[in-house]
Structure formats: C-alpha cells, structure tokens
C-alpha cells in the first residue's frame, strides 16, 4: 500500500520559514516526479511546485517564486519544500504528490499524479 505523508507544517509569523517533508513508504519517490500542492479555505487546490526524478528541473508557481524551494536529497526518498519570507496568504493545506510517469519531467495538472498525502497545515499569521 503507497502512502506519502505530509510534515512541517505550522503557524508562523509572517516572514519567516517552514520546512515541509513528503516521505514515501510503499514507493520508491525516487522513481517519481513530485509536486507540492496547496489548497487554502474556499479555495481550490493549485499547484506550487514540482520537481523531476532526477532533481535535474525544478518548477514553481509565480507566487512562491523566489521564496520557496523543491528538493529532494539522492536515495533519501523524500522532498522537501522550503518556505522563507511567508505570507497570510500562503497559509492553506499544503500536500504532496507523486507522478510515475518517466514519460514527463514534472506536472502542473493534479490528474497527472497517480499519489497523494493527507495534507499539512501552513498558517501565517501574527
């Protein structure tokens, strides 16, 4: 049975920093494209970044340009998405999800990937 499973997430002050892990059991990540996903309240869910299987192309939504980074440490089978410079409206549930296809890099469209974790929640508020 594949499970990911979403950590790091809290309340945080508005400009400082997260950490979120994706971990995997019954999966190899490794073999996985990956995106970081996140879904605020009344809203629906958007993509905000992927990373490819080799951590070769990393890609993010506009709005977290520049403030937060995908990655994912070789034979660690898990990623991570650091967050710096939050703001209130980056607060939401953030999830992760896996893509097996070797046929594309990374994702935008969440019917892409075959995986998903329950979600971390990420509140940014003073």
């Known amino acids: 049975q594949v499970q990911l499973v979403e950590s790091g997430g809290g309340l945080v002050q508005p400009g400082g920093s997260l950490k979120l892990s994706c971990s995997a059991s019954?999966?190899?990540?490794?073999?996985?494209?990956v995106g970081w996903f996140r879904q605020a309240p009344g809203k629906e869910r958007e993509w905000v970044s992927c990373?490819?299987?080799?951590?070769?192309?990393?890609f993010y939504a506009d709005s977290v340009k520049g403030r937060f980074t995908i990655s994912r440490p070789r034979a660690k089978n898990t990623v991570f998405l650091q967050m710096n410079g939050l703001r209130p409206e980056d607060t939401a549930v953030y999830y992760c999800?896996?893509?097996?296809?070797?046929?594309?890099?990374?994702?935008?469209?969440?019917?892409?990937?075959?995986?998903w974790g329950q979600g971390t929640q990420v509140t940014v508020s003073s």
């Open positions: 990373i490819s299987r080799d951590a070769g192309y990393t």
């Open positions: 999800a896996a893509d097996r296809n070797i046929a594309t890099i990374c994702e935008r469209p969440m019917n892409e990937y075959d995986y």
């Open positions: 019954g999966l190899r990540l490794d073999d996985s494209s």
